[in-house]
């Protein structure tokens, strides 16, 4: 039968597995929310690149178209006779290339000095010096191939928000003689941005490789500590210069956690970002996750405390029958072991004494004159006269190894393993003083007492032997002792007491005569 310790230790090992299931369980919950997770950022990222190519193709096609619509106007301008062509041949002869470029605003023919020689859509060019504008002064400077503008306010067209492409014009000589300038409607940028669908934290812009805005969506906020300068500097606007992948960052324009998808558009000096926020991109997820967690952690808390109501059913299972099987070993008047399960120890230690060769020592117990005490007390006063005894008896044989029953009636046994005759008769003249300077008081005054009278027998136990042999020798040291008077200890005799021995029935005998 599996002992109590071992029960309750298999009890708790048995929770093992169901726990680590439950971990286990919410382990798998986690990597596959964290698996969710990512998935929504790359599907996010994915979209991003595809709104970001898309975009910059239209872009890089129309600066593209204005490039060539330069370049056109430029071959056209060697033609010889070109000047003395009627206005209108002429400037359908240097402006048809531009036709299908979007958003044109002004296709322009600078002299040396910055005024207009050629205008598209006027036979009568403006009379306006735009010799101070970016696009005019970097060519003067030696500005070979396409140059493209910051933002800049037109002059030609009531300050419309532009920006221009523009080429150097030269003599076979290599001579300065003019600029040929494309210009063209912030606005194409606007409208192709509003045809994107953005989160409420997400944002579009195209910038210029030196930091300068040329369009955002939404629109820059109004911040008086933030300038071109500072977005040049910006590690947002450095790492995308320096690295082409996408990346997390937060924005130092209002604080937002993004992930920029962006590349240059084509040969142009310009960088195209879409930045989605990673709290908009993961909404649904957070939502997802949530209920998910929930669930998840209502489920583990019903499965661990159904494990640890049913934990709880089977150690009360287990006390019931612990206690049952006590109830079934221990004397109910005295607490002392019974009869059996004092004989299943005395089994035990004669076998262990055997295999350890150690002294194993009983002593045999008897109430003296219990008839008397309850002719005089009734049974009750018999009943705690026994409980007095037993009292007495676990006080004086207390060593984690001694084991006291009541063996029958008014007697008692005591086993003490691994002790010789000399510590056995010390435990028994012990529990003899005890009971006999014992005194309990009854109801009505009357003071009751007894005394026992103790028999001890010590052996090594040998191969061959029997438990029963030890008894018989406490036994009929018990009745020599008995015979000398009561109230005395008296230990086995060989020389004495071997015919009693012989003569006793043993463990099985009857005694207890008071």
Known sequence: MMSWGRRVMTSSLALVIPFALVLAFIALQAVTLWQARDYALRSATESAQNVQSTLRAIIERNLTLLELALAGVRDTLRIEGLEA?????????????????????????????????????????????????????????????????????????????SIALSQRIEGADGKFEGVVVATMDLDFFARIFREVKLGPHDALSLSMTDGTIVMRVPPMPVMTDFDRRSYANSPILQRMLSDPKPFEHTSQIDGVLRTYVHSQVGAFPLVLVVAFSVEDALAEWHERAIVVSSITLLMSIGIVTLLLALRRMLMRSYVLEETLRLAALTDPLTGLANRRAF???????????IRLKIPLSLIVADGDRFK??????????????????????TRAARRPGDVSARYGGEEF?????????????????????????ARVTLADGRALATTVTLGVASTVPQEGGQPGDLFRRADAALYRAKAEGRNCVAAYDPDRDAAIAAGRTGTDGTRGQG
């Open 372 to 393: 008397l005490i309850n002719d005089t007390f009734g049974h009750a006063g018999g009943d705690l006269a026994l409980q007095l005894i037993a009292e007495r008896i």
């Open 85 to 161: 062509m009627a206005p209108a041949v002429r400037n359908a002869v240097l402006f048809d290339r531009a036709r299908s470029a979007q958003a044109l605003g002004s296709l322009l023919v600078l002299d040396a000095h910055g005024a207009i020689r050629y205008q598209s859509g006027t036979l009568q060019p403006s009379q306006i010096d735009i010799s101070d504008r970016s696009y005019f002064t970097a060519h003067t400077t030696g500005q070979q191939g396409t140059y493209l503008s910051a933002p800049f306010k037109s002059r030609l067209r009531h300050a419309e928000p």
């Open 343 to 353: 004989d299943d120890v005395l089994d035990r230690e004669w076998k262990r004494a």
């Open 413 to 437: 046994a005591i086993l003490l393993p691994n002790t010789d005759i000399d510590g056995a008769m010390t435990v028994a003249e012990s529990i003899r003083a005890r009971v006999d300077r």
